[in-house]
């Protein structure tokens, strides 16, 4: 029997129907949910709603079943659910009654919103910390390739002269924009929805700060029906820093693939990082970052996704919210395995140099010129018009030597502020929950 059901049988179709998917995706959150337990209980001893000797079989127990998940020898078997079921069945089955009084105080409800807090504080971790991996790798071959100049792009037509070392640390650049989202998120999902119930709260008087602490929260979701409402409201904050990540890379695998066409011909990828074809021996296909493309476009539509399907509804639980986690969880997966893949191939990647010798780019150097005349006091418009009149009559001489000095500029790359920018992002986010939570493991 569920823990839910009242000696009522429930259709096998509509059972099939409502679990859905639901048993695998909850394979994600077991760890977090023994997490959650051990807090539960440990508030109930606090509140005297466990005597200690239960507590301390409820912890050994929910312990041992931690340990078979780390071994991967967990399984959501026979009428269980969910993860919550099998393991309040597992406690049960063991324990006896004292199994049973693990659900006080709380539902599922709370249950599956602080195991997915948990979850997503610790994907958040390690999504940062491989976007810190490629931002140095970027800023490594900015640094390396400085002053190799390329052709800047506008109208995708070649406009000014541009670098390389202009180019990687954009993009190192743009990553610390992808983390004032990720930080956004992250402050929005740390908080403690436990104890929230079926999103009313309880007659019991549950320490909810006591479990904000032992679980590492910065803070507690306070209005009950507010932590009731985090559920798609998490998962939208999550799914923003998603897209904005997913972004950067989308936009940059384009960029390689323009790149390394031969058309262009600015970029070589390492010859592993390439496919070839099946009838054409010469093809050596871009593979990789075609599909880093198209899964980041993918997450890209996340918001819209979540924002269409469950940001209308009215407060409260509904079970709309179960089919959340079919497409945030392999989201998250996809931007971890994209960054992942393009830090691997930019680590194995030739950057072609002399690109602007090629007379194709005689003219990108034409404001390089007017600006030379306003330097010898000329009025901007009419030192346009003079170049304009020279690449006409066909007696433009592009100069043999940039003089950019600004900041940011491809004279100035400004590496070492940016890294120190980079440095203060990363500051901002507080992991230390990690050492809570392994003390409540211990």
Not at 209 to 238: C, D, I, P, W
């Amino acid at each position: 029997m569920k823990i839910w059901e009242k000696n009522i049988p429930t259709n096998q179709k509509i059972e099939a129907f409502t679990v859905g998917a639901d048993t695998y995706y909850d394979m994600f959150l077991a760890p977090y949910d023994i997490i959650g337990s051990l807090a539960h209980i440990k508030m109930l001893r606090k509140i005297q709603l466990l005597e200690e000797e239960e507590y301390e079989l409820l912890v050994k127990e929910l312990k041992n079943i931690y340990a078979l998940i780390q071994e991967e020898k967990f399984e959501i078997t026979g009428n269980a659910e969910d993860v919550h079921s099998m393991v309040e069945w597992l406690l049960t089955e063991k324990l006896g009654s004292i199994g049973k009084k693990i659900h006080a105080g709380r539902s599922r409800n709370d249950q599956v919103l602080v195991d997915l807090q948990l979850m997503f504080r610790d994907e958040i971790k390690t999504i940062v910390e491989s976007i810190e991996v490629l931002f140095k790798q970027l800023m490594s071959l900015a640094d390396q390739h400085r002053d190799v100049l390329m052709p800047g792009y506008t109208h995708l037509q070649a406009a000014m002269p541009s670098s390389f070392g202009l180019w990687f640390s954009a993009y190192a650049e743009n990553l610390i924009d992808d983390l004032s989202v990720w930080k956004s998120a992250f402050t929005t999902i740390d908080q403690n929805p436990l104890g929230s119930g079926a999103g009313y709260g309880t007659s019991l008087p549950l320490d909810r700060t006591y479990t904000t602490e032992l679980l590492g929260f910065k803070t507690l979701a306070y209005n009950v029906v507010h932590a009731q409402m985090g559920r798609s409201r998490s998962e939208l904050f999550l799914s923003y820093a998603l897209s904005a990540t997913a972004n950067t890379l989308g936009k940059l695998a384009m960029d390689v693939c323009l790149y390394n066409s031969q058309n262009f011909g600015f970029i070589k990828l390492d010859d592993a990082f390439t496919t070839g074809s099946s009838i054409m021996p010469h093809k050596k296909n871009p593979d990789v970052f075609e599909l880093v493309r198209a899964k980041c476009n993918r997450i890209g539509q996340l918001p819209g996704l979540i924002s269409g399907a469950f940001g209308y509804l009215p407060s409260g639980y509904h079970r709309d919210f179960q089919l959340l986690k079919e497409s945030v969880f392999p989201a998250i997966a996809e931007i971890k395995s994209c960054l992942d893949i393009v830090t691997l191939a930019l680590q194995n990647i030739t950057v072609q140099v002399d690109l602007m010798n090629d007379a194709r780019y005689r003219l990108t150097f034409s404001v390089e010129v007017v600006n030379h005349l306003v330097n010898q006091g000329v009025p901007f418009r009419e030192a346009y018009q003079q170049v304009a009149k020279d690449i006409q009559q066909g007696s433009f001489t592009p100069p043999l030597k940039l003089d950019h000095t600004h900041e940011g500029s491809i004279g100035n790359l400004c590496l070492p502020e940016i890294k120190q920018k980079m440095s203060e992002a990363i500051q901002l986010f507080d992991f230390s929950y990690l050492e809570k939570i392994k003390k409540l493991l211990g």
